[in-house]
Nanobody, 114 residues
Framework: QVQLVESGGGLVQPGGSLRLSCVAS????????MTWYRQAPGKERELVAS???????VYADSVKGRFTISRDNAKNTVYLQMDSLKFEDTAVYYC????????WGQGTQVTVSS
């Protein structure tokens, strides 16, 4: 079956960095658009960054210039490098694979706090 497993979340101070990873299995990874979403307490889930099967990327305005999405098709892995983290980046971050069907990971908590 399809599995998306995120890792790399944690507690970081404002201005710090984290790198999230999401390993996919059960899909032909290179054919899928991979997207990171996040959901903060009391808020709706929002798109953070997306990378299409090649190298085309899309970012939310709130993270442009601070976050970088990338993928390694040989490792079935998508990454989210998060720099200059802010309090408002605190959320559960979810990995999502999209093609004909959409699959979700279980999420990883990112907390930005001093």
């Amino acid at each position: 079956q399809v599995q998306l497993v995120e890792s790399g979340g944690g507690l970081v101070q404002p201005g710090g960095s984290l790198r999230l990873s999401c390993v996919a299995s059960g899909i032909t990874f290179s054919l899928y658009t991979m997207t990171w979403y996040r959901q903060a307490p009391g808020k709706e889930r929002e798109l953070v960054a997306s990378i299409i099967s090649g190298s085309t990327t899309v970012y939310a305005d709130s993270v442009k210039g601070r976050f970088t999405i990338s993928r390694d098709n040989a490792k079935n892995t998508v990454y989210l490098q998060m720099d200059s983290l802010k309090f408002e980046d605190t959320a559960v971050y979810y990995c999502c694979s999209q093609r004909v069907r959409t699959y979700w990971g279980q999420g990883t908590q990112v907390t930005v706090s001093s």
